[in-house]
């Protein structure tokens, strides 16, 4: 059952003052006991709930009277309550697999058992009674009974005796963010700012955790003095431990005091730079939740995107700050904001900031944890910034986190901090751009000696144009001609005429642009000419966004490949590039098509690898690219066997290389064999997993088939299954799988809110055909659909009826 709002606010009105006790038993093999002592106010002879899924042999005691027939529906219901309550609830509850609840984890590289309640939404309610609304803030004293030899992690300092862990009481703080992780541990302390901070990893990854040590360490101490710095409110927690875990549904998990991601962020072998570099954006954007989300939390669902677009906003805005030479609006433009364009184009898309009775349940708020709450919500709040000025935004900024601290808030509370600080129209602003759903589109229009800009659309903007010249020579680079920044509304802008016109050039609003003729011929003719790389990252968002909508054509976009990535050597705008390229061909050719597609993306690949002096994450990025869309089998066992152009292949490319040989049916069973055996990590077994399903055979396929669907899959061994059955170049055999695929994705999504998320991203997003379609159309109908998976299934649907 999901909470609704209704349910919640009936309880808010009469749950007042919690306050836990959390006492957890994690030294079972099979279940855990967890056991809630809860005390709070309420008027005398009302009636409550306790949230509680999945539980087995509940035992409920309020005010000393032990209790029967009060566990069903996932809610212990209480009656006849009293002005002060106490219930202390004890249950047995069953460890997970899929990262929804207490996440159990055996590693495969050396036994070690790690147990996770990484938080989340209607996470914490499988692992203790409570009261799981985000406005129920409370102080928490949590107690973990563990196994010898374990450390065991949550929201505060720790103090130990024996295998008895009790953690020093938290401030009032969301049920949702409680958090225990528990293992042999790795961990790697120190002191910074008066406050003890720590790295915890595996032990079968404390090498990987000492080799990033001292860059893990630079970017967390230089986003918390960036922090401390900016905002008004000191940090507001006792200390500050980040682990690498297991099993994590997300990239990360912002819990106060204790930040986990998942360990896929710290791989073995070596780390790309483009992991590390995307790693210290999701450091700093978890650390910006210690205050937005944590400090100040919002009262229901619906302002979850304040949180998530404020935090996704710092965590580029601070890790270009952090690490030097970067620019991670040039990534964001890229990368991450061709989402949340995409996703606002979609009939699923929603308001940045829905309205309460908008959200009118936790599945209806699970939904809106999508790319519209993330990248178009940050790049909202970056135009807002801009608008305003940063130093205004961040002054209204600090009115916000101490006027609500330790507390909870919604927009209008951030709208009202915001026009405390500044007499522009903050109520207007945030109509146009946060209580409606879509995008506008800005036109550029040649009339005479001048480009004119307009606005289709109803949302302010400021933005920067830049102008450039062809040099009177023909070659080289283009020249800067001029560079304007503008305020465009439902008036037009006209500017000074150049060769290329390009608006929002740095990428400061969030609108689809439509070049004028001229600029749009001289940008497909000189696009690698652009001096700056922001703006070349620009310009290839913009190019890809219209193939995505189906206005470039895959082919044109793969010889604008061929002519301008061949010989460019921005990291970012490489690895992003390629990576959108290959999503692009799989998705919009043709079966038929997709061989030679995929082969010449390869060979513009090895083209920007073949240029002497290439290292680093430009060489890594096309060194992936290759292993993926290659047909050359040869060259393939090659860089398995001597290293690949740049270096030894890490262990993920490894094994990328060796699904790529046993989807060519290239891949000799010794050499599989030799890496089964020389990685036994779980990269390794996963990865095994994946290269087994890969095999172009039909019992391969139908095996891999029947362990994705079933019911004990673990998410990662799902996203692996599938990524191996699915081979977009073997429709063949493929192709008669996805009927089945359909019907039991449906029971696999029924397990968990993250779990079908996990089963809807795993369904292919190759070219569907129409008969393919009606397939899906039929499954979308059914009425055990679960909402995640319904919403991930109509968006893929959508976008191949886009690609027509």
């Known amino acids: 059952m999901s909470l609704t709002l209704i349910d919640a606010r ?3 009105e009469v749950l007042r003052q919690p306050v836990y006790e959390v006492d957890l038993d994690l030294s079972g093999d099979e279940s ?8 709070f106010a309420a008027e005398a002879g009302s009636t409550s709930f306790l949230d509680l899924q999945h539980a087995r042999r509940v035992r409920v005691v309020l005010n000393g009277a032990e209790l029967s027939d009060v566990y069903r529906d996932d809610q212990i219901h209480l009656t006849d309550l009293q002005a002060d309550n106490e219930v202390v609830v004890e249950a047995e509850m069953p460890y997970v697999t899929d990262g ?51 450390t065991v992690v949550s929201n505060g300092r720790a103090a130990r005796d024996g295998d008895r862990w009790t953690f020093a009481t938290t401030p009032p703080v969301a049920t949702y963010l409680v958090s225990v992780c528990a293992g042999p541990f790795a961990t790697r302390a120190w002191e910074h700012a008066g406050l003890p901070f720590a790295w915890h990893a595996r032990a079968s990854l404390a090498a990987a955790l000492d080799r ?35 099993g994590h549904n997300w990239g990360a998990m912002e819990c106060p005091g204790v930040v986990s991601f998942r360990d896929e962020m710290l791989p073995q072998g070596a780390t790309p730079e483009a992991l590390a570099r995307g790693r210290a954006m999701v450091i700093a954007h978890e650390m910006a939740h210690m205050w937005f989300g944590d400090l100040v939390t919002f009262r229901w669902w619906e302002d979850t995107w304040l949180n998530e677009s404020f935090a996704d906003l710092m965590g580029f805005w601070v890790a270009g700050a952090v690490l030097e030479g970067a620019n991670a609006f040039a990534e964001f433009e890229i990368g991450r904001k061709a989402g949340g364009y995409a996703a606002d184009a979609r009939p699923s898309t929603h308001p940045v900031a829905p309205r309460p009775e908008h959200v009118p349940d936790v599945d209806s708020a699970f939904n809106n944890f999508d790319p519209i709450s993330y990248a178009k919500g940050n790049a909202c709040l970056r135009q807002l910034s801009f608008w305003l000025g940063e130093d205004t935004f961040f002054a209204g900024v600090n009115a916000h986190l101490s006027g609500s601290r330790f507390g909870t808030a919604t927009l209008d509370d951030f709208v009202t901090a915001l026009a405390s600080v500044t007499d522009r129209d903050v109520t207007g602003w945030v109509d146009a751009w946060l209580r409606t759903s879509g995008h506008d589109t800005l036109l550029a229009q040649r009339e005479g000696d001048a480009v004119v800009l307009r606005r289709e659309g109803s949302c302010p903007h400021r933005l920067r144009v830049s102008g450039y010249a062809v040099p009177a020579t023909g070659a080289g680079p283009l020249l800067p001609a001029w560079e304007e920044v503008v305020d465009l509304g439902a008036e037009p802008v006209r500017l000074p005429a150049a060769d290329l016109v ?17 600029s749009a011929e001289t940008l497909r003719e000189r696009l690698s000419d652009l001096p700056d790389a922001h703006h070349r990252a620009v310009a290839w968002a913009m190019l890809l966004d219209a193939a ?29 590039a390629l990576r959108r390229l ?16 995929t082969e010449r993306l390869a060979r513009v690949a090895l083209s920007v690898l073949s240029r002497v002096g290439l290292d680093g994450a430009a060489g890594e990025s096309a060194t992936d690219t290759v292993i993926l869309t290659t047909h050359d089998g040869p060259l393939l ?50 990865g095994a997993l994946t290269v087994a399903a890969a095999h172009p055979t039909g019992s391969a396929k139908e095996e891999g088939l029947r362990r994705l669907l079933d019911a004990g899959a673990s998410n990662r061994e799902i996203a692996a299954l599938a990524r191996g059955v699915f081979d977009p170049e073997r429709r063949d055999l493929v192709d008669p799988l996805l009927a089945e695929f359909l019907d039991g994705a449906v029971a696999v999504a029924a397990r968990g809110q993250a779990l079908g998320l996990v089963v809807g991203r795993a369904t292919p997003a190759f070219r569907w055909r129409a008969d393919q379609l009606a397939l899906l159309d039929a499954a979308l109908a059914r009425p055990d659909l679960a909402p995640v998976l319904a919403r991930t299934w109509a968006d893929l649907a959508h976008d191949q009826r886009l690609l027509g």
């Open 10 to 12: 009936a309880r808010a």
């Open 32 to 39: 855990f006991t967890a056991t809630t002592r809860l005390r």
């Open 100 to 150: 929804d609840g207490m996440h159990r984890f055996v590693d495969p590289a050396d036994g070690g058992v790690y147990i996770g309640c990484y938080g989340g939404m209607d996470v914490n309610r499988r692992v203790f009674a409570c009261a799981d609304q985000p406005d129920l803030k409370a102080p928490f004293t949590v107690t973990v009974t563990a196994r010898p030899g374990w």
């Open 212 to 246: 990033d040590l001292g860059g893990l360490q630079a970017v967390t101490e230089g986003a918390f003095d960036w922090y401390a710095r900016t905002f008004d409110e000191p940090y507001p927690f006792d200390s500050y431990d980040q682990l690498f875990v297991p």
């Open 502 to 518: 390009l608006p929002n050039s740095t990428g400061d609003t969030f609108a689809t642009v439509v070049l004028d003729g001229p």
């Open 548 to 576: 995505r909508r189906g206005e470039v054509r895959s082919g044109e976009m793969l010889g604008l490949a061929e002519r301008h990535l061949a010989g460019e050597s921005d990291p970012v705008l490489l690895e992003h």
């Open 582 to 597: 290959v999503v692009l061909l799989r998705a919009a050719e043709s079966p038929d098509g997709l061989r030679d597609a």
């Open 637 to 686: 066992r090659a860089w398995l066997e001597a290293g690949g152009p740049t270096g030894p292949l890490t262990p993920t490319q490894r094994w990328d290389a060796l699904l790529r040989l046993a989807q060519l049916h290239e891949l000799p069973e010794a050499l599989l064999q030799r890496d089964v055996a020389a990685d036994r990590s779980e990269t390794g077994r996963l």
